[in-house]
């Protein structure tokens, strides 16, 4: 399938979004950006903290913890800590991870938790080089046309789990990028409900190959235990929906080879927006910019395949 836009053509595109997401989407939400502001919080002072976990107390949303020494602060030692309910759904006795531990009305609590096991690590920091270097290979030219082949890449599940893209191989897949924070209702949250819609949608139409993947704009939040929450907050049928994050650099690799903007300005996330569809062999063969993208015209090319 040819391109419907030229390289060029989609840069100007994007260039003309990444304007409008800078002046105007605060006035027009409906358009293809987002300018989505979070409020600051003032936080405790944090240690980072790594252990393994002994044990796990899920109607307490606590973890027992038996952690390394915290240099200057506290020697080796196991205890307990208060967890948010999408890390405790998903510790399980024996995981190493690693978090940030802070004190909070008296009680200790372990925030950004991720697994610290060492062959997933390895293999998420493998998938995150072999990224940076096509990228820098590409240069330019880094963009996937239509036709193209997706970018490679592993990243963490809503369960802790390494994905790589190429466990998708042999089914068709709905691609887009969120965050969870997005407080702007017609961007982020509607694309997910969008999603939501689409899977069931295509089982009704008989389509059982499909699998729908969001990846984090905001990996420095969202922790697979955050998209954990997040899926279960929303009802989201994981089964072939898998909500991916990890390390920045990667996603912001991912961002570039997908034609997809993402500016911080403090706690602002400015971001375009698109939905991808990716055949069995793992071509790109449709995208929409922006959030006005119907079902049908997804379902209706996912029969073709």
């Known amino acids: ?33 987002a300018t989505a502001a979070v409020a600051p919080v003032a936080q405790e002072k944090r240690y980072v903290l790594k252990g393994e976990i002994v044990s796990v107390k899920p109607a307490e949303q606590v973890l027992i913890i038996h952690h390394e020494a915290i240099p200057d602060y506290m020697p080796s030692m196991t205890m307990e800590f208060k967890v948010g309910q999408g890390d ?16 909070k009305n008296g009680d200790i609590f372990l925030g950004k938790i991720w697994p610290d096991d060492t062959q997933a690590v390895a293999a998420i920091d493998a998938a995150t080089h072999a ?5 820098a290979m590409r240069g330019k030219g880094a963009y996937r046309e239509i036709g193209e082949t997706a970018p490679e890449f592993t990243l963490f599940d809503q369960e802790g789990r390494p ?21 702007i209702a017609n961007m ?14 295509a089982r009704e139409a008989g389509i059982t190959n499909l699998e729908l993947v969001s990846i984090s704009f905001d990996p420095a939040n969202d ?18 929906f898998t909500l991916l994050t990890g390390p920045d650099a990667a996603v912001r690799h991912l961002l570039a ?25 793992g071509q790109i063969i449709h995208r929409v910019d922006g959030s006005q993208w119907t079902i049908q015209d997804f379902v209706s090319r996912m029969r073709q395949e």
């Not at 053509?9 to 358009?31: D, F, H, N, P, Y």
């Not at 998708?168 to 887009?176: A, D, E, S, T, Y």
């Not at 694309?191 to 949608?201: F, P």
């Open 88 to 103: 405790v759904a998903i510790a399980r006795a024996g995981q190493r991870i690693r978090g940030e531990m802070y004190v």
């Open 131 to 135: 990224l940076t270097q096509d990228t």
């Open 1 to 33: 399938m040819k391109p419907c836009y030229s390289t060029a053509s989609r840069l100007a595109i994007s260039l003309l979004m990444t304007v409008l997401a800078l002046t105007g989407c605060q006035k027009r939400e409906s358009t293809a950006n």
């Open 223 to 240: 922790t697979p235990g955050v998209l954990k929450e997040y899926a279960a907050a929303r009802g989201i049928d994981t089964s072939n």
């Open 257 to 281: 080879q997908m034609g997809i903007i993402r500016e911080f300005e403090g706690e602002t996330i400015k971001h375009t927006l698109a939905t991808l569809l990716i055949n069995k062999q």
């Open 163 to 183: 994905v790589a893209m190429s466990r998708f191989r042999g089914k068709q897949v709905m691609l887009n990028f969120i965050f969870t924070r997005c407080p």
């Open 188 to 201: 982020c949250p509607a694309a997910t409900m969008r999603m939501v819609a689409l899977q069931k949608a």
